[in-house]
């Protein structure tokens, strides 16, 4: 990943983390690793807890940010859920997965869209 595709994942993630406390969302946890891969946001819902994966693009021209979560990846964002909840020693009575895009137009302010549930 070059330094500038690095530079719009970053700020697509703070626009993100803007727009869920501003929904009334509150983070708990941001760019989780293990040896398995990363979890972008993890956020309280009320009582559900949600585990968020951002995209951002600036462009159409590699598709949609929803077209970008294919099956595979879905199943492997369960299981650093379960990672996740394992290393922390959380629990929750409902865990939900979602998709944050975002995009970067030209000019103005960045597009945000949380969807709650995409997968």
């Not at 993100?16 to 946001?41: F, K, M, Q, S, Y």
């Not at 290393?87 to 979602?98: K, P, Q, S, V």
């Not at 030209?106 to 969807?115: I, L, M, T």
């Amino acid at each position: 990943m070059t330094t500038r595709n690095q530079a719009v994942g970053a700020y697509g993630e703070r626009c993100a983390v803007r727009h869920l406390i501003e929904t009334g969302l509150r983070p708990v946890d941001r760019n989780w690793r293990c040896p398995a891969g990363e979890i972008d946001i993890i956020a309280w819902d009320g009582a559900v807890l949600a585990f968020c994966e951002v995209k951002t693009r600036r462009t159409g021209r590699f598709g949609t940010p929803a077209e970008a979560i294919v099956p595979a990846k879905a199943r492997r964002l369960r299981g650093l859920a379960v990672r996740w909840l394992a290393a922390t020693g959380t629990t929750a009575d409902e865990l939900r997965f979602d998709l944050v895009a975002v995009e970067l137009p030209d000019a103005g302010p960045a597009r945000v869209e949380h969807v709650k549930g995409a997968f």
